[in-house]
């Protein structure tokens, strides 16, 4: 699998960085993994054309994780003028808010003669489903997002992709890491005990029971993104706007 990191950012742009989207090519095809709202601006400063994505899979339903989507359809629709297939898989209650953002950002929009078709998909946290030829299965995690929050674990058959979404330490992580090439975590705070989120201090000690090739940072604060050395020290991989990743 190839990784480019389009945004490893939090809801607010913490360090200048760009909402959470990660863009990976599998052996089988191009997949969006999460595409917050500044989603097209990042890609556009990659290089990369969101023409070229057979699917995007999202986490959760807050808008630094699937914001972008109402504009990017469009895009699609109206600039790109896309004939292939997409295929969009989220949580349970992803079809009903996706209508409803390109709704309201696009008013009657959904009523038009699309190019292309797009489906949405949604997932049930523990029942594994096919998504472009890839298995992903997700576990449900703790952040409120008025839907399942999720995290989410992606196979092309030769590696196997783990992301945490946003949450809390639960021990539900320990089985999404289990066995993956790469683990994606957040890690929102640096210090104590935060609704929804995971502090490095709570997710140091966790650390040896995530049984991940490698591990990585992502989704970081101001305070957090000022210690990132004490990850690197402690042998992970600390996200980066524009990063690389073979895995």
């Avoid at 960085?17 to 599998?26: I, M, P, S």
């Avoid at 995290?151 to 089985?175: C, H, K, M, P, Q």
């Amino acid at each position: 699998m190839h990784l480019t990191i389009v945004g490893c950012g939090d809801a607010f742009g913490s360090g200048g960085r760009f909402n959470t989207c990660f863009w990976l090519k599998t052996a089988k095809a191009t997949l969006l993994v999460d595409c917050g709202a500044s989603t097209p601006v990042a890609l556009k400063a990659r290089g990369l054309d969101h023409g070229n994505v057979d699917g995007i899979i999202l986490s959760h339903l807050h808008g630094d994780h699937f914001g972008a989507l109402p504009f990017m359809l469009v895009e699609a629709q109206l600039v790109l003028r896309r004939e292939r297939p997409l295929v969009i898989a989220g949580p349970p209650g992803a079809r009903a808010r996706i209508e409803g953002a390109i709704e309201n950002f696009f008013p009657r929009a959904l009523s038009n003669r699309w190019r292309f078709p797009f489906e949405i998909v949604e997932i049930e946290p523990g029942k594994p489903a096919d998504v472009v030829g890839h298995q992903v299965s997700t576990a449900e995690v703790v952040h409120q997002s008025g839907a399942p929050s999720t995290a989410v674990r992606i196979s092309d058959g030769r590696r196997l992709f783990a992301y945490s979404g946003d949450t809390e330490w639960t021990d539900a992580l320990v089985g999404v890491a289990d066995g993956a090439d790469l683990f994606i975590v957040e890690c929102y705070g640096y210090a104590g005990t935060l609704k929804g989120h995971l502090s490095w201090e709570i997710l140091k000690p966790k650390i040896p029971s995530l049984c991940a090739k490698r591990i990585m940072l992502t989704h970081m604060s101001a305070p957090m993104l000022a210690k990132v050395d004490e990850a690197r020290a402690a042998g992970l991989l600390v996200a980066e706007d524009g990063g690389v990743l073979d895995f």
